[in-house]
Nanobody, 124 residues
């Protein structure tokens, strides 16, 4: 069974950067899309970005365009989310998840396998 493991969260000041990692040891995921999602306290889970592992096409939420970058390292079985120019409103638990490579949006319901999440806090 596919297991996703997030890491890289932490506390950062506004304007700072973090890189999140989503590892999927032991699997080849060319038939899937890997997405990053986040959930802030009292809010619904929302899509941040996703990458089609076969075509490498990427999608970003409007709120993170130009600040976040999703990438992959096949040799390390890892997908990254580079987050720059962080804002307090980016504070949330960040999750990675896997869905079929037919996924075209950032709807959490389209993704099946979820990691345990990593906390990102942006505060001075």
């Amino acid at each position: 069974q596919l297991r996703l493991v997030e890491s890289g969260g932490g506390l950062v000041q506004p304007g700072g950067s973090l890189r999140l990692s989503c590892a999927y040891p032991g699997f080849t995921l060319d038939h899937l899309t890997i997405g990053w999602f986040r959930q802030a306290p009292g809010k619904e889970r929302e899509g941040v970005s996703c990458i089609n592992m076969r075509t490498s096409s990427r999608k970003y939420a409007d709120s993170v365009k130009g600040r976040f970058t999703i990438s992959r390292d096949n040799a390390k079985n890892t997908v990254y989310l580079q987050m720059n120019s962080l804002k307090p409103e980016d504070t949330a638990v960040y999750y990675c998840a896997a869905g079929p490579n037919t996924v075209v949006g950032l709807f959490p319901g389209d993704f099946g396998s979820w990691g345990q999440g990593t906390q990102v806090t942006v505060s001075s």
